[in-house]
């Protein structure tokens, strides 16, 4: 056809609509419910299909100038919006009235779970939802492109444009109380399978009726965002438990922390790694020595000067004794003779041995090592003063002087410390994530993780 | 120019065809649906007012698809049990032709298509059923019997003879939006897009009282 045009019009190019019609500016229409006679107002024109009156909650039906009852209300259920109805607020980029409100639930083991549905209504724009449970808000809308099943597995999975949703839940869902409009037939106990797939902040969800099939998509929003949106004067209920597309605030940042404290970790293994390679091993000191405690008046004395090279780095004193049943405390002073700099430290060594009705036993040892942390080079020599019990056996001892000696304790100290922040958001996370699943289909069984024996070890407990 | 006036066979007053794949007009004065066939114009009808609904959309309403302008210039009304719906008879600055669905505030283009597939009977198809055409696998999602409410505008076919009609609607996982029509003996597919209000750039609105303006 487009062939046959001698001269394609150009509306956007300024070209004139093609007729003319009498501005025509729809308004709400005011009407009076046929049951109790309180007002109605058509807040979304012609396209309301269903109206329920606020007043007796009579469902009237709103294609009918006389407004049609089409049910009554059953019970006398009265539940107040936390958004009353024909409140406005921009949202989403438009302004947005509240024209409708349902209350909906499930019955789980007995017990009935209700939520609420707030339908927005912008008169170019359309429709979208607000839905509350326990404090939860999403925003909804209805999707216009077909999910794709993913893996079956344990929680079946489907995909919606680059995201991928798991199951949570599957549910009888019932409407419970209606007020205000819809564009399409509401009814009390109208019945749906609702179907919930989670990828947090985003929950897809389906509700089937032996017609058809609908598909929304909704987001998390913070209660705050809803109360500043709509300008409601009173704060809105706090939300309590984790709700199925809640957004995990440790779950996010767990792998990062991870790789972090990982990094760092090898980062820490390479360093000691390091000073292993180049640590130098020497012994600088060596001696035999004896004690008996009063057979000398002055227990201490000092050794030979010795040598500490290289640079700043740790000295071993090595002690080792032939303590049987018996101890020994030695005090030691490692002096810089330069600057008389000291470094003192107590050590003592105990060793005790024997047989009971459970076979044999020791306790202590009869060798000790004491390190002594970032020692400059100089020349220095060891003050050396043990001490004994009196009447005691007399005590034959080594010490050895080691000089730059690789060492390994910090290593673990730090990959511990490195670790931890990460352990505990990934302990934070799963405490979250475990919440947030015990209210879905898939509660009790321990996660992806869990095998089937582990879920049924747990289901005898 | 491919505009052509000529006067309506019952009461005289000028009917337009601004475009020359019009082939039905309804004249504004007395509401006569207006054939045009290659010599002459001949009246076939009588449409009633349609009801005041609430689209944003009216004839001369012009809008952007794909750095393509069109304009409104026909419309036809659908009614059924859960509520209604606008089929909006679009012509874009290429000369082609195309329809705006407005099914209460949810948007979609569409065009008619030509495939090779022969679809089966409307009896055949059930929710659920899929079919692979125009390069889309398409699933069906709803079935919808409805009448004609109304039409006015310009038509690129005829409709005064057409009274309850069969649609069925299919979609893909790509974002893609069928429709058949089962109006006719042949069933008629339109294939196009679901599209958010704001994509169209939609200009010369109509006005809602007490609410910003579009």
């Not at chain 1, 438990?241 to 790789?259: I, L």
């Not at chain 2, 059923?129 to 690129?156: D, I, R, W």
């Amino acid at each position: 056809m487009a062939g046959e045009m001698s001269t394609p019009p150009n509306p956007a190019a300024g070209g004139k609509p093609p007729r003319p019609r009498p501005a025509t500016v729809p308004k709400a229409t005011a009407l009076n419910c046929p049951k109790c006679g309180s007002a109605i107002v058509l807040r979304t024109f012609s396209n309301a299909v269903n109206v329920v009156c606020e007043s007796c909650h009579a469902i009237l039906d709103a294609s009918d100038p006389k407004l049609k009852i089409l049910e009554e209300a059953r019970k006398r259920l009265d539940i107040t919006p936390l958004i009353p109805l024909g409140t406005r607020g921009l949202w989403k980029g438009h302004t947005y009235e509240v024209v409708g409100f349902q209350s909906r639930a499930i019955n789980s083991d007995g017990v009935n779970y209700y939520w609420f549905e707030y339908l927005l209504y912008n008169p170019y724009a359309g429709y979208r939802y607000l839905t509350e449970y326990n404090g939860h808000w999403n925003d909804v809308t209805v999707c216009h492109t077909l999910p794709t099943p993913g893996n079956a597995g344990i929680k079946p999975q489907m995909r919606l444009g680059d995201r991928s949703f798991t199951h949570f839940q599957t549910a009888k869902a019932f409407t419970t109380f209606i007020l205000g409009e819809f564009p399409w037939q509401v009814r009390l106990n109208d019945k749906v399978e609702a179907r919930d797939y989670i990828a947090p902040p985003f929950i897809l969800s389906s509700e089937s009726t032996p017609e058809e099939t609908t598909w929304s998509m909704g987001e998390y929003v913070a209660s705050s965002e809803i109360r500043d949106a709509f300008k409601l004067k009173a704060d809105l209920p706090s939300p309590m438990g984790v709700y199925s597309d809640q957004p995990n605030p440790f779950g996010d940042d767990s792998g990062h922390f991870w790789r972090r404290g990982w990094t760092f970790v090898i980062v820490a293994l390479f360093l000691v790694i390091g000073t292993w390679v180049m640590a130098k091993r020497e012994t600088v000191y060596s001696e035999n020595y004896h004690y008996k405690q009063g057979e000398q008046a002055e227990a201490s004395f000092v050794t030979p000067e010795f040598d500490l090279g290289g640079h700043t780095s740790n000295v071993i004193v090595e002690t080792n004794t032939d303590v049987s049943n018996d101890w020994v405390y030695i005090h030691y002073s490692l002096v810089n003779t330069d600057t008389d700099v000291a470094y003192d430290f107590g050590r003592e060594i105990s060793y005790y041995s024997g047989s009971d009705s459970d076979g044999s036993w020791t306790e202590g040892d009869w060798k000790d090592k004491a390190i002594v942390a970032s020692v400059p080079p100089g020349k220095y020599y060891l003050r050396v003063e043990p001490e004994k019990d009196p009447g005691s056996q007399p005590v034959n001892y080594h010490i050895t002087v080691h000089r730059d000696m690789p060492t390994t304790w910090f290593f673990f100290i730090a990959a511990g410390l490195l670790l931890l922040p990460p352990l505990f958001i990934s302990m934070r996370s799963a405490a979250f994530e475990g919440q947030r699943w015990s209210e879905s289909d898939y509660a009790g069984a321990s996660g992806d993780s869990s095998g089937g024996d582990d879920s049924d070890d747990s289901s005898d407990d | 120019m491919s505009k052509v006036t000529v006067n309506c066979p019952n009461c005289g007053a000028p009917v337009t065809y601004s475009y020359r794949a019009s082939v039905q007009a309804v004249c504004e004065y007395c509401r006569s649906i207006c054939v045009r066939t290659d010599v002459d114009v001949k009246k076939v009808g009588e449409v009633g007012d349609i009801p005041q609904d609430a689209s944003p959309i009216q004839i001369g309403t012009e809008g952007l698809w794909k750095n393509l302008g069109f304009v409104v210039i026909g419309r036809i009304a659908y009614e059924y049990k859960n509520g209604g719906w606008n089929e909006w008879h679009l012509q874009f600055n290429d000369g082609s032709t195309g329809w705006l669905s407005d099914a209460q505030l949810e948007y979609a283009l569409s065009w008619p298509t030509k495939i090779e597939v022969k679809l089966p009977p409307a009896s055949e198809i059930k929710v659920g059923h899929s079919f692979h055409f125009a390069n889309n696998q398409f699933t069906v999602s709803t079935q919808t019997l409805a009448n004609y409410k109304g039409v006015e505008g310009e038509m690129p076919f005829q409709t005064w003879d057409k009274d309850e009609c069969l649609f069925i609607d299919l979609r893909s996982h790509t974002g893609r939006f069928a429709t058949l029509d089962y109006s006719d003996k042949e069933p008629a597919l339109y294939v196009g897009d679901i599209v958010e209000f704001e994509v169209l750039k939609l200009r010369n609105l109509r006005q809602f009282e007490g609410w910003p303006a579009k």
